[in-house]
């Protein structure tokens, strides 16, 4: 586990028109990770972007790029994504049959692997994968769309899995992604979340930079 908590800026909620200007907003705010969220209009009901979205921001930015595939049969779509760049490559529990052949194929193709939990998947599903995995996503707003209202339940889930962790010595990085705000960020952070996906609480802020370092303040 590290000790350093890490904003993932999720450029969902950004203005496309003006991505280099508003990712080197967040970048000089003490952003960690950009966060790429890739929608299908199959496992969730939205589009987004894809492979050639991810190897701009790349081009953009030097800092880690963490892709959440919320798409059909993402296994098809893995050597795409890495080759664009992708740092970070988290599926869904939910979508992947042979989950634990999905994550090794992450590592084997040079990415960190991570696995992503909707609202209503009890932590428990992960038993049989969790010594494989380096990070853990709980969505803490059903996916596919930004701005969403967070899902309190979810504070129980982090702390269960933070729990898991430590009985287990297991090194992994608890990620949540949905409503994070200035509001409930702290309260995160206590109950053991080590990376903090934020989008309208940044993008959607007249002042990216400003946005950016006051959330990182809060949870140094």
């Given at each position: 586990m590290s000790s350093k908590k890490i904003i993932a800026s999720s450029i969902l909620t950004s203005d496309f028109s003006n991505l280099s200007q508003q990712i080197r907003s967040t970048e000089l705010g003490g952003a960690d990770w950009i966060h790429c969220d890739i929608m299908d209009g199959k496992f969730v009901?939205?589009?987004?972007?894809?492979?050639?979205?991810?190897?701009?921001?790349?081009?953009?930015?030097?800092?880690?790029?963490?892709?959440h595939l919320m798409i059909k049969d993402p296994d098809v779509l893995l050597e795409n994504f890495i080759e664009a760049g992708a740092n970070w490559i988290?599926?869904?529990q939910e979508e992947v049959v042979h989950l634990n052949r999905t994550l090794t194929r992450i590592k084997e193709l040079g990415a960190k692997a991570g696995v992503a939990i909707n609202p209503s998947t009890p932590i428990a599903f992960l038993a049989e994968v969790i010594n494989l995995v380096d990070l853990v996503l709980i969505m803490s707003v059903n996916p596919g769309f930004g701005g969403q209202k967070f899902i309190q339940s979810s504070i129980r889930k982090i702390q269960e899995l933070s729990d898991l962790r430590s009985r287990t010595s297991l090194n992994f990085l608890i990620e949540v992604d949905g409503g994070i705000s200035k509001n409930n960020?702290?309260?995160?952070?206590?109950?053991?979340?080590?990376?903090?996906?934020?989008?309208?609480?940044?993008?959607?802020?007249?002042n990216i930079t400003a946005a950016t370092i006051e959330l990182k303040n809060m949870v140094v």
């Open positions: 009901p939205n589009l987004s972007f894809g492979p050639v979205v991810v190897k701009a921001v790349k081009k953009i930015t030097k800092l880690p790029v963490d892709v988290t599926v869904h960020i702290k309260e995160l952070s206590d109950a053991g979340c080590d990376v903090f996906v934020v989008g309208n609480s940044i993008f959607g802020q007249d």
